[in-house]
Every structure is written in C-alpha cells, then in structure tokens.
C-alpha cells in the first residue's frame, strides 16, 4: 500500500512540473520567445496544452475574468499541493 501512495505522489509532482512548463511556455509564446512555426516548438506546445486543459479547464470556468492574467494554474498547483499534503499527512501514517 505504502508503495501505491507513493507512486501517486510521484505523478502528482510530476504533474506539478508539467503544469508549470505549460505556464513558461505560454509565457513563451506570447511574447514571442519562441517561434510558433517550429515544428518542434509546436509539438512541445500541443503536448502541453493536451496535458493540463483537462484540469485547468473547470477552474477557468469559475475564476472570474481577470483580463489577460490567467491564475487558473496557480489555483491547480495550489490544489494539488493540498491533496498531496493529504496523501502525506493524513493517509500514509495511517497505512504505515
């Protein structure tokens, strides 16, 4: 069991760090950084885009319009972090 939190733990960090590449990247890309035309460039952007709108999707939803600032992975990171310090805190000394 002690092996299963911890494997959710380590696809919670990783999506942690998916989620702000994602973010750097449109930083990127909006101020033109990086070159929309490079196939490779362009790849990198759809896997990113593919991997976090499932989840920052239903936060945009709710968030109020806030011009072009877009908070939306701030409040994704801030829930998985609460969710991985309850898988830390909560449930792993109960299975230990």
């Given at each position: ?19 702000i ?16 035309r ?22 945009r ?11 939306s ?9 609460f ?14």
């Open positions: 069991m002690l092996a299963l939190i911890q494997t959710i733990v380590l696809a919670l960090d990783l999506y942690w760090w998916i989620i590449a994602s973010a750097i990247f449109s930083w990127l890309y909006a101020f033109n950084v990086v070159n929309p490079n196939q490779f460039v362009g790849t990198i952007g759809n896997m990113l885009f593919r991997l976090t709108e499932p989840a920052l999707r239903p936060i939803r709710f968030m109020p319009d806030l011009g072009g600032l877009d908070i992975p701030i409040v994704l990171l801030l829930a998985l972090f969710v991985r310090q309850f898988i830390v805190t909560t449930i792993a000394p109960m299975v230990l």
